[in-house]
């Protein structure tokens, strides 16, 4: 079965540097979160994207800013990245209809920021 | 004090006991709950999903939850080596919102 795919696997970026994530949701799945998980933490929600439109948001700094596109694909921004920066970032897309609130998650893009 | 609280163990059985993992929350108004199994540096894996009160069974899994003591528990029966890893609770209020985790626990299976 297909699932949620995440490029890249591994970014390295320096401090005050950009970098963007990309997620590609489950075919047919039109909910879109974003989650960044620490050392040894639990995930964390950032932000959410339903038919393109921003659903909800969580603790997501201003300096991160995302968008869901046309094909569903959604793309985090991140900008004057910091070290605190750094985490294991996820992408999970969840289905329209009864199995709406089971959330799929991809393998995840580890940030480095040095 | 966080919504969702989880022991972080670790814990450590041996092959083929039952274990048995826990996850309260003070946020009445969560509605779905789930389980997922995260092995280290991968993505969380959807083990078991449910809304409502009451036992659910998928093979060698029991998903238990108990809405009036704001409680719920993953049983895993013959328990294997590869069932090492952490175990994570989320749970939402429902309507496609945000899954909020507790901290996981770190189950070890020793052969």
């Known amino acids: 079965a297909a699932g949620v795919i995440q490029s890249p696997r591994h970014l390295i970026k320096e401090k005050r540097e950009t970098a963007t994530l990309k997620c590609y949701p489950i075919?047919?799945?039109?909910?879109v979160y974003w989650y960044q998980q620490g050392p040894g933490q639990d995930p964390q929600f950032l932000i959410s994207?339903?038919?393109?439109?921003?659903?909800d948001k969580g603790s997501i700094p201003d300096r991160f800013s995302a968008q869901q596109f046309s094909d569903y694909h959604s793309e985090l921004n991140m900008s004057s990245l910091e070290l605190g920066d750094s985490a294991l970032y996820f992408c999970?897309?969840?289905?329209?209809?009864?199995?709406?609130?089971?959330?799929?998650f991809g393998p995840g893009t580890r940030l480095t920021v040095l | 004090q966080k919504e969702v609280e989880q022991d972080p163990g670790p814990l450590s059985v041996p092959e083929g006991a039952i274990v048995s993992l826990n996850c309260t929350y003070s946020?009445?108004?969560?509605?779905?709950f789930m389980w997922y199994r995260q092995y280290s540096r991968k993505g969380p894996e959807l083990l078991m999903y449910?809304?409502?009160?009451g036992n659910k069974e998928d093979g060698r899994f029991t998903a238990q939850v108990d809405k009036s003591s704001k409680y719920i528990s993953l049983f895993i029966r013959d328990s294997q080596p590869s069932d090492s890893a952490t175990y994570l609770c989320?749970?939402?209020?429902?309507?496609?919102?945000?899954?909020?985790f507790g901290q996981g626990t770190r189950l070890t299976i020793n052969p």
């Open positions: 449910t809304y409502s009160s």
């Open positions: 946020n009445s108004a969560f509605q779905y």
């Open positions: 994207f339903y038919e393109k439109m921003q659903s």
């Open positions: 989320a749970m939402s209020v429902g309507g496609a919102q945000k899954l909020v």
């Open positions: 075919p047919r799945h039109d909910t």
């Open positions: 999970a897309s969840s289905p329209t209809g009864e199995d709406t609130d089971t959330q799929y």
